[in-house]
């Protein structure tokens, strides 16, 4: 199913505008997810898609032909992962996975099949009759998306699945469910203020702050080419080199830059990996600390710029801290970018 | 256990309170099987006295069980949906509409019924039919039926709840159906025991809202005391006793089942 979103707003009746007038286009079966802070209105532009919230006048939401605008939630055929999971705690396993399908009013020994095939596919087979407050987190997770895919809805919506669990059984989960939702192969919007899990799952990710979709692009669009500061910021963590410009030269407090082209009126952004530790660098500054990842050291470097300047070093050791050291970043890798969020 | 000297002295008070307890209830339960009371026990047991209060106030013990049953079914009705809407709806004007309703909790029966005597007593049909008891007692209890509701109805995350069979397309009414009812089971398990044991015990309003020929079980024990031998009066309490005795203890169990859901 194609999703469209037309001017679509939502003001709650105190006045906030949670969500500005916002076009969202979503292609049959690709998997999109909203990522921004938390207060963004991600999770209020879902729960509009849902049904669950009212739009303001002039909105409109197709589903493929139809106009479902003014549809009630439960003739709107979505299904939905609630961050909470909402698992009914009076009904079985097997009886939340069936709920969708009762509702459909369809014959029991279909509901029956159905709801075998769901468990199988989302390996429940183990924990269909126990009740919901029996099971792991990582398995109540999975219940909530398989009752959500039941019935066979016309598109899928999560709302930040992933957040309920513990660090290391998110990631797990993370991969888990970027499989499975392609194994559904069913149109999804998710959720998430955590771009690792926007990177990991989805097709396109539309970055949103203050009520705007303010960057909408596959993973490694947003990455390499971000239209604007906050994107840049907060998809790849990049750091705003603060100081002065000069034509083609960016003067910093450790030292002098060159920039690719005319920094005037914009703001130049670099990421950790770009900053690289050497001897032949025009910048100095000393090192601040130093954290040892294994396969690389994080370098926090001052006397460069107002903020530290990190460094994702890949050498075998590391400077000390409080050494003096140089830093050099190559031109074509300084992102040049408007000042504020561009508001598109 | 009877080491030291501090355990002896707890089962003394342990066994003093029991007695304060039970023994004015075990002779009187006595008094109720004994054939002559002032001869004592000697004079010989009988179930003469107990049969005479069933031929006397049969029709006191059916209204009674009448009436509790009419005002589970009304508290039930009126508060499931007050329940569900305060708890749907949590605010400060919620918060208002709870303590107005718990309002004859902390208002004398006594005040209660004349509030309701000066309002209804002119309406002759209502004011000497056992449905103008059934108000007063609806008015007593229903505070309790909500507030054993809302307990466990706000433990709970409803408003997802509901959502989420909204989104598998459940309407309105199934998901009240469904989801709500189930789920409130323990807490309405609990008000309806509270209910039907405090409408067979409530004396102070029935007292006065009774008339001559509509007695309740509590009333009925009142009018035997005051005009029967004692014999007959303490059958009155053994009946009355092995009504009331397993209702409280079904309540007891069901409140603090539900007590441990709302945790």
């Not at chain 1, 460094?311 to 801290?321: L, N, T």
């Not at chain 2, 099987?33 to 004592?40: C, P």
């Amino acid at each position: 199913m194609t999703l469209r979103l037309t001017n679509t707003a939502k003001t709650y009746p105190d006045g906030t505008k949670a969500l500005m007038p916002t076009e969202l286009s979503v292609a049959k079966g690709e998997i999109v997810s909203l990522l921004g802070p938390s207060g963004c209105g991600k999770t209020t532009l879902l729960r509009i898609i849902a049904g669950l919230e009212n739009p303001d006048e002039g909105s409109e939401i197709w589903f493929d032909n139809d106009n479902v605008t003014s549809l009630p939630v439960e003739l709107r055929q979505v299904g939905m992962v609630f961050q909470s999971y909402a698992l009914f705690p009076n009904m079985s396993v097997r009886a939340n996975i069936g709920y969708g399908l009762k509702m459909k009013k369809l014959p029991k020994a279909e509901i029956e099949s159905r709801v075998t095939e769901v468990l199988e596919l989302c390996q429940l087979q183990k924990f269909s009759g126990r009740a919901t407050d029996a099971l792991s987190g990582g398995q109540r997770q999975r219940v909530a998306l398989a009752r959500a895919i039941a019935p066979r809805p016309r598109m899928l919506l999560l709302d930040e699945p992933l957040s309920a669990l513990d660090a290391a059984l998110r990631e797990a989960l993370r991969d888990e469910l970027a499989i499975l939702l392609r194994e559904f192969n069913i149109t999804a919007i998710f959720v998430t203020h955590d771009q690792d899990e926007a990177m990991a799952i989805a097709d396109r990710v539309a970055v949103m702050s203050e009520g705007h979709i303010v960057q909408s692009g596959t993973p490694e669009e947003l990455y390499r080419n971000p239209n604007s500061a906050f994107v840049a910021g907060f998809v790849g963590n990049a750091m705003h080199l603060n100081g002065k410009c000069d034509g083609k030269m960016l003067h910093l407090e450790g030292g002098a830059l060159v920039l690719p082209k005319d920094g005037a009126g914009q703001n130049a952004f670099i990421r950790a990996e770009s900053v690289k530790i050497d001897d032949k660098g025009t910048l100095s500054g000393q090192v601040e600390n130093v954290t040892f990842l294994g396969n690389h050291y994080r370098i926090g470097i001052k006397g460069i710029m107002p903020d530290t300047l990190i460094s994702m070093h890949s050498g075998q050791s590391a400077p000390k801290i409080g050494q003096t050291v140089k830093v050099a970043i190559r031109p074509e890798e300084i992102m040049l970018l408007p000042e504020g969020v561009n508001k598109n | 256990m009877f080491k030291s000297k501090i355990k002896i002295l707890q089962l003394t008070v342990t066994l003093a309170a029991c007695a304060f307890l039970l023994v004015p209830t075990i002779l009187s339960i006595l008094a109720g099987v004994t054939v002559n009371y002032f001869k004592g026990i000697s004079s010989g047991l009988t179930l003469k006295w107990v049969y005479k209060v069933w031929e006397l106030y049969a029709d006191s013990i059916f209204l009674s069980m009448w009436l509790a049953i009419c005002c589970l079914i009304v508290t039930l009705i009126i508060g499931l949906p007050a329940a569900y809407g305060l708890a749907r709806h949590p605010g400060r004007l919620s918060r208002l509409l709870e303590e107005f309703i718990s309002l004859p909790l902390a208002v004398p029966g006594l005040a209660l019924a004349l509030a309701l005597l000066q309002l209804y007593g002119s309406m002759k049909g209502f004011r000497s039919s056992w449905t103008f008891i059934l108000v007063g007692h609806v008015l007593y209890t229903l505070p309790f039926m909500v507030r054993s509701i809302l307990a466990v109805l706000a433990s709970m995350d409803l408003n997802t709840l509901e959502e989420g069979a909204a989104t598998l397309g459940a309407s309105p009414w199934q998901r009240f159906r469904d989801i709500v009812i189930p789920n409130a089971m323990p807490g309405i398990l609990a008000g309806s025991l509270t209910v039907v044991t405090l409408s067979i015990g409530e004396f102070n309003l029935t007292w006065m809202l009774h008339t001559p020929y509509l007695k309740t079980l509590p009333v009925g024990l009142a009018d035997s005391y005051a005009s029967m031998r004692l014999e007959i009066a303490s059958a009155y309490t053994l009946v009355f006793f092995v009504l009331i005795v397993p209702l409280l203890m079904a309540m007891q169990w069901a409140s603090a089942r539900a007590q441990r859901i709302a945790k």
